[in-house]
DNA sequence: CGCTAGATTGATAAAGGTCAATCATTGTGG
DNA sequence: CCACAATGATTGACCTTTATCAATCTAGCG
């Protein structure tokens, strides 16, 4: 990560709880709100990692450039895209706070990492991480749990996508929202309409008119356009698992 | 796995050079060719596993069942798919050799798997797995590596999901198996027109339509439904990356 | 040799993309 | 504090594309 001169990143020191890794495991006991790592591992983790603080819409590390680092996020919203030849440009993820991100492929990032909100990162310097991982057997596990995790949610997403209708795709998205926030029918969406469209691989006039088509049936409520209530979710339930 | 009356599974004792993972590892060294395990981690792995033959279309195991083992796919093809409510079928993956599947969510399957040809199958118990894999922080890297690599082909697929045009969503479809055939131009389609459907997010009549589209376009020539060369790589490249 | 599941082809209608104009919100400088 | 610029969001008209429904065809297989 490049440091500007008006200095977007502040290195911070490690913070309770943090950091966090968010996952349903492979076995039970379920406990979704559970922490994943336990308090002594997180220390682990936080002892190898530098705990920094960006400011929004940072470029965090570019598609194609060499890998170095391993980010936790713990706090904001994090975009991962990929500008295609023609233009158009793939959000292929939004991460929250305990999600990974920066794995690399053959040395190289894969996709574009940027901030949406200003965000607390933990960065790990990948060779230490990954030597730290092979010789803690329990730590590693948590990370194959979690990257698993990722696996399937990126499944399911590929499902939400397969879906035809403006609509149901959205109405996707917002679920997915609503489970990060715990189940919370008020819902922020601090990306653009624009980050909606490219994750959601719609035009962006088609998210309007999907949001748009939501509120007038009264199923959901926007209070300015980032901030959402889900009124029906009887409603919303159907819509969104309509398929 | 259930053990119908005509015996569709055989258990065979391990082979030469199996069981393997295929991946992309974080770091260099590149060789996309290279086997991710050594050979004594394939013999750690087979010592702990069952060599399973299946028959085709041979139910594995069904979303939401208890989940006991993990496979690793030694030869042919295995469909893992989630039935809608409506009815509809989502095909969220192939497996091919060297690809993991039946990792479980919670306890439970998170999808249904079938073969498509015949194959044949390492087995684990889950459990001794996963304390295999915490034991042996070496060997547990290589799962994480292919755990993180079928990640990046999942996002890959939503990608080429997204994408609006059915022909173009197909030429992504063959360049997958392309690459999986170790980029020779003779492909095998061992799946239904309708599976191809079910995993493209299209309906079948698309998917005919585009592989018509792609045969009088002179970009491929199908022998039979389920074989097929690429006769102008070019003109294919440019229709599978147009975005 | 016919039966059956899978595949192809055709006609129609629904849905989103695209282009273009307008509106709203946020941030900036006077 | 206000006016204005600039970016983001909304709305409308039109067009392209695919889903759907229906009929027909083909390849395996008993």
Redesign the pocket.
Known sequence: MAVPKHRVEKVLSPTEGEPALQATPFLPPIRHDAPLLTNSQRMKLAAIATRVHVAPRTLIYKEDSPATSVFINAEGVVKAYKDMPSGRRWVTAFLYPADVFGLAENGLYVRTAQTVTQATLYRFNIDVLIETLKSDGELQFKFLCKVTHELREAQRQTIAIGR????GRLAMFIGQLERQHGGSHDIDLPM???DIASYL????????????SLEKRGVVRFS??HLLRIVDPVQFEKIESRL
Chains 1, 2 share one sequence.
Do not use: H, I, K, Y
């Open positions: 035809r209708d403006a609509v653009s309409r624009s691989g719609l035009s962006l006039e088609s998210v309007s008119r999907a949001t748009r300015g356009r």
